[in-house]
C-alpha cells in the first residue's frame, strides 16, 4: 500500500460526458501529479501541484483540468469525454518537488 | 528536455537466469534516475532510486542498477528471475534540482518462463 488513495477505481461514462477523479497523496506529502497510462500513449504526464499551486503542465488537453485543495487532496476533472480519453489514470505524491513519487491504484476510465 | 529511452518492449527470460532491462536517458542536468514496477491491475510501484553518491544502486526483490554517466545509462538487473517478476518495468528520470516532473519511458514487460 503506497499511501496515495484513488476513488473511484472504475469508472464507465458514455461520451460528451464529465467525472470527476480524486487523490488523496500519502500523509506529508505536498506535491501531487497526475498521469494517463494507455497502451499507444505509454505513460503521459498531465499536471502537477506542490502545496496548492500548479507547478508543471504536460500533455493535458484544454477538456481536462485538475486543483489541489488546501487539505491537499487533488481532483482531476475531464470534460466532454470522448473514447480516446479511455485510460488509467493514476496519482502520484511526493514529499517534494520531484523527488521519488508514490502511486495510487489508479481509476480505470471507460467512455462508451 | 529530458527523456528516456527503454530498449526492448518486452524481454523474456527462463526462471533463475540473468535478468537485464535498459534504459538510456537523456538529460542537460544532473539526473534523478529511477526504475518502477507495475503488476498487473496495480500502480507503479519504486523499486529503486539513483540521486547522487554510490553509482550502483540497490533496490527491493533483490535488483539493482549501476548508474553509468558516460554511457547516460542506467541498466536494471537481477542475478535470478523468479516467476514473480513478471511485470512490466519502468525507467523514470527527474533533474537533481526538482525543476521538472518525472519522465517515463514506455516500459518493458518482463516474462519469465518456467
Known amino acids: 500500500d503506497s499511501g496515495v488513495t484513488q476513488t473511484p477505481k472504475h469508472l464507465i461514462t458514455a461520451t460528451g460526458q464529465r467525472v470527476t477523479l480524486r487523490c488523496s497523496p500519502r500523509s506529508g506529502d505536498l506535491s501531487v501529479y497526475w498521469y494517463q497510462q494507455s497502451l499507444d500513449q505509454g505513460l503521459q504526464f498531465l499536471i502537477q501541484?506542490?502545496?496548492?499551486?500548479?507547478?508543471a503542465k504536460g500533455n493535458i488537453l484544454e477538456r481536462f483540468s485538475a486543483q489541489q485543495f488546501p487539505d491537499l487532496h487533488s481532483e482531476l476533472n475531464l470534460s466532454s469525454l470522448e473514447l480516446g480519453d479511455s485510460a488509467l489514470y493514476f496519482c502520484?505524491?511526493?514529499?517534494?518537488?520531484?523527488?521519488?513519487?508514490?502511486f495510487g491504484q489508479g481509476t480505470r476510465l471507460t467512455v462508451v | 528536455a529530458q527523456s528516456v529511452t527503454q530498449l526492448g518492449s518486452h524481454v523474456s527470460v527462463s526462471e533463475g537466469a540473468l535478468v537485464l532491462l535498459r534504459c538510456n536517458y537523456s538529460?542537460?542536468?544532473?539526473?534523478?534516475l529511477f526504475w518502477y514496477v507495475q503488476y498487473p491491475n496495480q500502480g507503479l510501484q519504486l523499486l529503486l532510486k539513483y540521486t547522487t553518491g554510490a553509482t550502483l544502486v540497490k533496490g527491493i526483490n533483490g535488483f539493482e542498477a549501476e548508474f553509468k554517466k558516460s554511457e547516460t545509462s542506467f541498466h536494471l538487473t537481477k542475478p535470478s528471475a523468479h516467476m514473480s517478476d513478471a511485470a512490466e518495468y519502468f525507467c523514470a528520470v527527474s533533474d537533481l534540482r526538482g525543476n521538472t516532473p518525472l519522465v517515463f519511458g514506455k516500459g518493458t514487460r518482463l516474462s519469465v518462463i518456467a
Open positions: 538529460s542537460s542536468v544532473p539526473p534523478y
Open positions: 502520484a505524491s511526493s514529499e517534494q518537488m520531484n523527488t521519488e513519487a508514490f
Open positions: 501541484y506542490y502545496n496548492g499551486e500548479e507547478r
